[in-house]
C-alpha cells in the first residue's frame, strides 16, 4: 500500500474530528467490555459452582480486549475507519460464544434465571456505541438476535423449571428493534451533522480566500496608483517615449481590472466588528501564519 493521500483542506478537518469521536467511543466501549468482563469473571465463578471453563473464557476475552485497545491506542493519532470497525467488531463478536456457553451451562444449575439478558444489554450498548455506519451495527444487532432465538429453541428454554421469562424470545427481539431504531436515529443525526459541518467548513474556506482576494486588492490599490501618476508625469516629460507609456498603461490597467474583479467576492464576506479599519498587510500576514499551520500540521 502506498501512503495516505493528504485530505483535502477543511472538509478533511472535519472527517479527521468524526473519526477521533469515533476512535474515542470505540475506546469507552472496549473500556467498557474490560470492566464488565472482569466482574462476570467473579460471578461466573460463583454462580457455576468453580467450574473454570466460561470464567477462563472471559479472561481470555478480556486479554483479547486490552490488545484491541493497545492497537487503540497506537493508532490515536491517525485513527481510520478500518481501525474504528475493527476495533468495535473485535471486542463484540466474542460475546456471542461465551452467551451461548452461559445459556447452556445455566440449564444444569437447577436455578432460576431470566435468559438472553447479556444479549439485551450487548444490542442496546451496540445501539448507543457503534461508531459508524449502519452496517456494523445492524449486522451485529442481528447476529445477538438470531443466536437469542436459536438458543431458546435449540435449549427448549420455554419448558426448563428455571426459565422466569414467559415473554422470550420474543422479548428480546423487541429489545433487538429496539436497539436498531436507536442506531439508525444516531445514524441519521451523524450524517446530518456531517453535512452541516461541511457546508460551514466551505463557507468559512470560501470566507478566508475572499479575505485574502480583499488583502490582495487593497494590497495593490496604492502601488497603482503610483504607476498611473508616474505614467501621467511621464507622458508630460517624455513624449517621445509614447510607445512605452502605452505599454505601461495597458499592463496597469490589466491589474486594475484584476483587482476589480477580485471585489466581486465582497458578499462572501462577514464583517464584524473591528474590520472597518481592514489593513491588508496584518491580514496577508494572518494568512501566511494560518497557512504555515496547517503546513505544519499535515507534516505531523
Do not use: C
Not at 10 to 28: C, I, M, P
Not at 93 to 100: R, S
Not at 161 to 178: A, D, F, I
Not at 248 to 259: D, F, G, K, N, P
Amino acid at each position: 500500500m502506498g501512503p495516505e493521500r493528504p485530505r483535502p483542506g477543511a472538509l478533511g478537518v472535519v472527517e479527521e474530528d468524526l473519526l477521533r469521536r469515533g476512535w474515542r467511543g470505540v475506546f469507552f466501549g472496549n473500556l467498557l467490555v474490560v470492566l464488565t468482563e472482569l466482574a462476570y469473571i467473579f460471578i461466573d465463578y460463583r454462580v457455576f459452582l468453580g467450574a473454570l471453563l466460561l470464567p477462563v473464557l472471559r479472561l481470555l476475552h478480556v486479554l483479547w480486549v486490552l490488545g484491541v485497545l493497545g492497537v487503540l491506542f497506537a493508532r490515536r493519532s491517525r485513527p481510520t475507519p478500518l481501525l474504528i470497525n475493527g476495533g468495535f467488531a473485535a471486542a463484540a463478536v466474542p460475546f456471542l460464544p461465551i452467551f451461548a456457553l452461559a445459556e447452556y451451562f445455566m440449564t444444569g444449575t437447577g436455578l432460576t434465571w431470566v435468559p438472553m439478558t447479556g444479549h439485551r444489554l450487548v444490542m442496546l450498548a451496540i445501539g448507543m456505541l457503534v461508531p459508524t455506519g449502519l452496517g456494523l451495527g445492524g449486522g451485529l444487532i442481528a447476529s445477538f438476535a438470531l443466536e437469542a432465538v436459536v438458543l431458546w429453541f435449540a435449549l427448549d428454554l420455554g419448558s426448563h423449571p428455571g426459565v422466569r421469562s414467559p415473554w422470550e424470545p420474543w422479548g428480546t427481539l423487541v429489545y433487538g428493534g429496539v436497539a436498531l431504531a436507536m442506531l439508525a436515529y444516531r445514524v441519521r443525526s451523524q450524517n446530518i451533522e456531517l453535512k452541516l459541518r461541511e457546508v460551514r467548513a466551505e463557507a468559512e474556506a470560501l470566507e478566508r480566500l475572499a479575505r485574502l482576494f480583499i488583502a490582495v486588492r487593497d494590497a495593490t490599490n496604492t502601488p497603482l496608483q503610483t504607476l498611473e501618476l508616474s505614467i501621467a508625469l511621464l507622458r508630460q516629460r517624455s513624449p517621445e517615449s509614447e510607445s512605452t507609456i502605452a505599454a505601461m498603461e495597458r499592463a496597469v490597467h490589466r491589474i486594475r481590472s484584476l483587482t476589480q474583479r477580485l471585489g466581486s467576492v465582497d458578499p462572501l464576506l462577514v464583517w464584524r466588528e473591528g474590520d472597518e479599519s481592514f489593513d491588508a498587510e496584518a491580514m496577508l500576514r494572518h494568512l501566511e501564519e494560518a497557512l504555515a499551520r496547517e503546513l505544519e500540521r499535515r507534516r505531523h
